[in-house]
């Protein structure tokens, strides 16, 4: 059920990049596609139930057994996160490349209409 | 040799953020440190051919870890980019005089080189993504470079939908990793071969075509790549046009079909439409343009399709159980040609390039009669012309007989009938382009053109030298057992394969 | 832009320092707490950010000047690639753990623990910090009127010309 709402989220996004006709509404669909498929991959490593996967004093105190039982029994899925903090990473870089080619756009055009910005025909 | 896999990736990556701190010193420091790195990744990648192994990164065991695989594919893959990138970047040291920023350029041009080098060589479907991303950012970023206002609104179409691109293969790859809980391509296998394809991963795969349909330009997904390819710099169309849309679209769409999911039928039947229409649409868009490189970027979409018609033909061959002698020939007719594309499309765009920079256009109106002003131009790229169009005793002409050769042995007459077709109407845009661009007269304002220089030159003959040598790759036996057969070996083994490599 | 008044100009002062600090204190418990090198070295762009707001561009710009921040950031590339081959140096594959594995083990949560990690951490931060902040200087020095057409140059504007 959580997940449809994830892929309502993905659609949302990709409707904007397709309809909008402004450029910076266009990186903001983007934008939005981008978060969906982040929320989607945590959510996979969701526990129901589950503690942060993270190890503190008190569990390594208790012996070594122990921490490995609990980690496996109780926390949620670590490797989704990493994954999610690659690609944030990776759409800071690429937004930040698409909003700087949008600046630029706008001194040679003079406005941000997609439909005005037709050089290239054929 | 796979102990030097990580050296494909790191020396880019490190003489990448050296080149700016370079640059500051002197332009001339910085172009010969770039050319005598993608120089010694080419001789790595020759001396890789014939080996195979694993490499974990960090000593993490492979079920935990990232791995780096060497196998056949890699290996022709490895060559075929390692190949043009140097022509590429002989090329733009006298190419790119024209431009400001030159050491910027270098650098994002070797950052493009480090992310198509680890897309080949990775054995983990994350990292795959990674890698991918790497490259494509580095490439949105070189297509703009000129910041001319065609350039820039080529580049925004190019970064827009490569965004949505990159956002359905993370989606493809989240919904692996959530049905089969590995990300490594060996174990995800496995998995799958136990457990069967469900509903989550068949959408997967279909994400997975869009997505690297999108990437490699293929018919429907193509709007991006007429207007991105003529606006960038000439070594950039060579390298986008010849590697990017190869290694990124088409090499690991083949890896996930072939060596992680398996063949099915409706996967290679849309790989087979895919093919056919590209191949089609392709060619009839090219015929009538008369701008050189947005007639060559056509072509590029025609001839790619060639590659997807041939990978989906033995997909569909090995998924029905037929023969998998002729999977295999439909297979090497497929892999052959994406090798001789990247080597004859880049000469011909870096021939485009020189035109450009000594006539100061593209429009085929308004060149002609170039034959007495630039000989060495008109030779390699009549060479080029004669390769892509098919003609004996090229490269391009081996390559598709293979494809109608399997194409007839599988029973597929009218599949056979429209490459050759298509094949024809190739050689009628590229007679137009050499009776425009060289033979004719001279007209008043072109009186003055002179040849290119040294190092342009010196990339297009090396180029035309290779399209001409490309042949004995297929026709001497010991040379294609060498390099070609494993490459189609580790298709055609498909899923058994990646189990055999990770010792499962 | 000449800045804000003289109470935003006095408190973003002094809470710059204050938002730099937190920045370091996650770079370097990245292995203890959640955070590490990438959320480390955004809060400390985003400190001069607070600064480029209350007190304008130029002022920003004579502190940390473009060619600094473009040497820093290939300094912290540098250092992330130095600690991955000394990993294969010292460890036998590329990114080993060596300090971990052979040299260096230290008490588990402890600062100075988990081998090369915090180095790493370090190295990030350093370059995500100046990356970032050459991207926000860079793209509001992009400003200009319409009509007046820039001149052909780097995909990433003005940080040629001023190199």
Redesign the interface.
Known sequence: MLYALCFLL?MIG?YC?VVKKN?VK??IG?AI??YA?NL??IM?GYRVGGTAP?IG?GD?QAGVDHVAAHFVNNAVDP??QA?V??????SL??L???????????????TFDITE????R? | MSRALPAFVVVPLVAAFLLPVLGSKGKAAATLLANLVTIALLALAVACVGHSGVYEVGTWPSHIGIVLVLDGLTSLMLLAVNVVSAAAMLFSVRYMEQYTAKPKYLSLFLLMVAGMNGVVITGDIFNLFVFLEIASIASYALVGFGCEHEELEASFKYMVLGSVASSLILLGIALVYGNTGALNMAYTAKVIQQTGINAGLAFAMSLFIVGFGLKAALVPFHAWLPDAHPSAPAPISAMLSGVLIKALGIYALSRLVFNVFGVSIPVSWVLIALGVLSMVVGVFLAVGQWDFKRLLAYHSISQMGYVVLGIGLGALILAQGGNPLWASLAILGGLFHLVNHAVFKSLLFLTSGSVEMATGTRQLKQMGGLVERMPYTRTACTIASASIAGVPPFNGFWSKLILVIAAVQAGFFGLAAVTVLVSLVTLLSFLKVQRYVFLGELPEELQDTRESKDSMLIAMLFLAALCLLMSLLILVPSLRVAVLQPAVDVLVEGVNHSIRVANL | MTGMTVIVKTISGWVKVLIFLFGIDIILFGHLTPGGGFAGGVILASSYVLLMLAFGRKFVEANLPLPLASRLDCLGAFLFATVAILGLVFGGAFFTNFLYQRYWPGQALDLVSAGTIPLSNVAIGLKVGASLFLIILTLSSLHRDVGRAEPPGAGKASVARQE
């Open positions: 993905f990709l990049v450029l266009i990186v983007l596609m981008e498929v989607f991959l996979l993270i004093r390594i490797l989704p994954l903090l690659t690609s944030i990473v990776i870089g690429s930040a490349l698409l909003i700087s080619i949008c600046i630029r756009i706008y001194d040679k055009y003079g910005i037709r050089r290239l054929g």
